[in-house]
């Protein structure tokens, strides 16, 4: 079965970076795309963007560039969403989600607390 | 514009019937796609394409659009129906917009 399984939860200080992974198994991981949702805490579904799984090229949403990277790893079907220079309101659950015209598939999602 | 919007909340007694309704530009060009979540849990997929439910989704959802409005309807809500409902779509640049978000309370 499909599973998209995230790393677990993150205390970070301001100023630091973070590292996220989501790792799919069930299928064959560059046939989707990958994408990244960020949820605040109250707030709505914000998206920040996907990677293509086969040129392993980025796409960013406005108001997540320059701090935030999307990467891959195809050799173990995992995909990585690096944010740096954190700041409080980075403070969120992100999920990766699993795209083809719709996204289908979620993972269950990494709190990333930044707190000093 | 590539916003979508939603009504914040949305109430409905228990099997009586609810629609959900989310507006935008792109939803002349793009089917809509609904999710819900639960509080603590992540989204799940409940409709997509013209009218399609994934696997495991009961048909007591369906999806509609007519013109700039796309629609979740709940025939006969259930009290496992209470969540937060999601529409998305993609704008003209292909970009994933995401609505605000509807909190459905079932009495």
Same mark, same amino acid.
């Given at each position: 079965q499909v599973q998209l399984v995230q790393s677990g939860s993150e205390l970070k200080k301001p100023g630091a970076s973070v590292k996220v992974s989501c790792k799919a198994s069930g299928y064959t991981f560059t046939s989707y795309a990958m994408n990244w949702v960020r949820q605040a805490p109250g707030q709505g579904l914000e998206w920040m963007g996907w990677i293509n799984t086969n040129t392993e090229n980025p796409t960013y949403a406005q108001g997540f560039t320059g701090r935030f990277v999307f990467s891959l790893d195809t050799s173990v079907s995992t995909a990585y969403l690096q944010i740096s220079s954190l700041k409080a309101?980075?403070?969120?659950? =992100? =999920?990766?989600? &699993?795209? &083809?015209?719709?996204?289908?598939?979620?993972?269950?999602?990494?709190?990333?607390?930044?707190?000093? | 514009s590539s916003e979508l919007t939603q +009504? #914040?909340?949305v109430s409905v007694a228990l099997g009586?019937? *609810?629609?959900?309704?989310?507006?935008? +530009?792109?939803?002349?060009?793009?089917?809509?796609?609904? /999710?819900?979540?639960? #509080?603590?849990?992540? #989204? *799940?997929? *409940?409709? /997509?394409?013209?009218?399609?439910?994934p696997s495991g989704i009961p048909d007591r959802f369906s999806g509609s659009s007519s013109g700039d409005t796309a629609s979740l309807t709940i025939t006969g809500a259930q009290a496992e129906d209470e969540a937060d409902y999601y529409c998305n779509s993609r704008d003209s640049s292909g970009n994933v917009v995401f609505g605000g978000g509807t909190k459905l309370t079932v009495l």
């Open positions: 309101d980075d403070t969120a659950v =992100y =999920y990766c989600a &699993r795209d &083809r015209d719709s996204f289908d598939y979620w993972g269950q999602g990494t709190l990333v607390t930044v707190s000093s | +009504d #914040p909340a009586q019937t *609810v629609r959900i309704t989310c507006q935008g +530009d792109s939803l002349r060009s793009y089917y809509a796609r609904w /999710y819900q979540q639960k #509080p603590g849990q992540a #989204p *799940v997929l *409940v409709i /997509y394409g013209k009218n399609n439910r």
